[in-house]
């Protein structure tokens, strides 16, 4: 990759900033991201959209929200006081609760101080002869700082779908990623679900037994396994907490930042009978363990892929009584594990309670929201809530709603038109002193790992620049192009990236988004790690500074 290049001198006077930085969003990147640079004793603000911070466990209050990355590895590790006061009460805890850890780490470290609520970025523009960022609000606000980070998450930007009347709907109507904060009454109520993926699968098995009549509206049935959640008594309490050190090493060395990694094995490398019981163990044990700790050629391989979705097609018809239901909810167009797997809590059996029904909108599509429910080719079905369960413009779409220009007015959404670009997944050619927390190219896995080695970076790379009496730092384009190139060789062969999901970029509700690209880094969390590590450590000379 390319060396420093030169860049145009600094302004003889320095500007007047508002802030040295500005950071976008206070989910739980933007809380660490503030964290750190506080203790670099930089000028701070954050802006966020809500009335709370949170983030993702602000926004998704939907019935049955909840974790599937163990609890005790997905809270922050960055300080050893917050680990020993604070107890989880389940191994995979609900939203309610993950939100009180979030305020509680907020009143800790008096994060509110330097956080401004009900802001919403709409601009942001480099300005070159100050070398800082101009950040507009809604309301016509601007600020300017010299560094901006964007924390802005990659499934943050929800989407409805593109039907036809959703707005003359009367009754209620919520997506599960703008739920109301006060209690939804389900009680008797005609309740329709469109989606199935990860949110709706934890909305449909919540809500089934409440409501009076339940229609799930399915598109593309999802591969789910069970989560097996319980309670975490005081004797395991104490077995994580002595544990932290240990179980966040684990979490560095393995692929996906997660406690399980892939077997070393190939699925066929064992007898058969060797190969069932190892499933049966994996359907067993709780969390992604037969997701990231199967065999290591079942995301690669299309024989090794089939073992394992028969498997777990076997699982479904064991669970759902009726078969022509259970044949309906076993995917066709995709191996298990190629899209994002979902985890559940007996969400099949939902499906043998006489309220509940499934629509295959394969077989008959809908074609209208009417002001009392859905019409579909062969039905009109009068509902008292409909809940979309519709995911969201991933990895980019939270990029796409604020206008950023960089160099020379030129807009990101534009140079990312088909598909992103980045350094290492925390920068962009053209727009300095722009850092991204879990952008595009960013190793995700288990987010908040990954969320901290990202913030610990970037936070190093400010601080760097302010030693070295730096105003201006910037990818290079031949390293932009370099990096691309490498994350979109790692694609290569991963049964996921020929598949249609938010993990390839495709989103049918939202337009320009039905062609795949790799939005995502695909390689294991260390090796991800090492490059940026390597980067660091030859003091940043691949990137232009001045």
């Given at each position: ?11 003889d006077a320095a500007p ?234 684990r979490c560095q060395e ?122 579909t080719s062969t039905a ?167």
């Amino acid at each position: 990759m390319a060396g420093p290049r030169e860049t145009q001198a600094p302004p003889d006077a320095a500007p007047v900033l508002d802030y040295e930085a500005i950071v976008i969003g206070a989910g739980m990147s933007g809380m660490y991201q503030l964290h750190r640079l506080r203790e670099l004793g930089m000028r701070v603000r954050v802006f966020e959209a809500g009335t709370g911070i949170g983030g993702t466990w602000y926004w998704n209050r939907y019935p049955g929200a909840r974790f599937d990355s163990e609890s005790y590895s997905y809270g922050y590790s960055f300080s050893k006081e917050l680990l020993e006061e604070w107890n989880w009460s389940e191994h995979f805890a609900g939203q309610p609760e993950t939100l009180r850890y979030l305020n509680h780490v907020a009143d800790k470290f008096d994060l509110r101080r330097d956080i401004q609520f009900r802001s919403r970025v709409a601009a942001a523009t480099y300005q070159e002869d100050t070398r800082s960022w101009t950040v507009t609000l809604q309301d016509d606000s601007r600020f300017r700082a010299r560094f901006l980070i964007t924390a802005i998450g990659p499934l943050s930007a929800p989407t409805l779908p593109r039907i036809e009347g959703v707005d003359t709907f009367q009754g209620q109507s919520f997506h599960t990623a703008r739920w109301p904060h006060e209690p939804v009454d389900f009680t008797g109520k005609r309740v329709a679900v469109i989606g199935t993926g990860a949110t709706g699968v934890q909305t449909i098995q919540t809500i089934a037994k409440s409501v009076g009549r339940l229609s799930v509206f399915q598109r593309t049935p999802n591969w789910c396994a069970p989560l097996h959640n319980g309670k975490i008594d005081a004797e395991t309490q104490k077995k994580i907490k002595s544990g932290y050190p240990e179980m966040f090493r684990r979490c560095q060395e393995t692929f996906a930042c997660f406690l399980h990694t892939p077997d070393p094995r190939g699925a066929f490398e064992v007898s058969d009978e060797e190969r069932e019981a190892f499933y049966e163990k994996l359907y067993a044990e709780r969390g992604f363990g037969i997701w990231q700790g199967n065999f290591r050629d079942i995301l690669i391989d299309r024989k090794a892929n089939a073992t394992i979705s028969d498997f777990v097609a076997r699982k479904i018809r064991q669970r759902v009584k009726d078969p022509e239901i259970a044949e309906k909810l076993i995917p066709r167009n995709h191996g298990f594990g190629t899209r994002r797997l979902p985890l559940e809590t007996f969400y099949y059996e939902a499906y043998n309670q006489d309220n509940v029904e499934l629509v295959d909108i394969t077989e008959t599509p809908i074609q209208r929201i009417t002001p009392k429910g859905i019409k579909t080719s062969t039905a009109e079905y009068e509902f008292d809530i409909i809940i979309y369960a519709t995911g969201f413009d991933a990895i980019t779409g939270s990029f796409n709603k604020i206008d950023f220009r960089g160099v020379d007015g030129v807009k990101l959404k534009e140079k990312w038109k088909h598909g992103p670009q980045t350094y290492l997944g925390v920068m962009v050619d053209g727009f300095p002193n722009m850092m991204m927390l879990m952008g595009p190219h960013t190793a995700l896995g288990n987010i908040p790992r990954s969320i901290e080695y990202n913030v610990d970076w970037v936070t190093g790379l400010i601080g760097y620049a302010r030693e070295s009496s730096l105003t201006r730092v910037e990818a290079t384009a031949m390293g932009v192009t370099a990096w691309t190139d490498h994350v979109k060789a790692l694609g290569v062969g991963l049964l996921s990236n020929e598949v249609d999901s938010w993990m390839t970029g495709i989103n049918s509700n939202v337009e320009g988004k039905q062609t795949r690209i790799v939005a995502r880094y695909s390689g294991s969390a260390p090796a991800y790690r090492a490059k940026c590590d390597e980067v660091a450590a030859n003091r940043y000379r691949e990137l232009a500074l001045g």
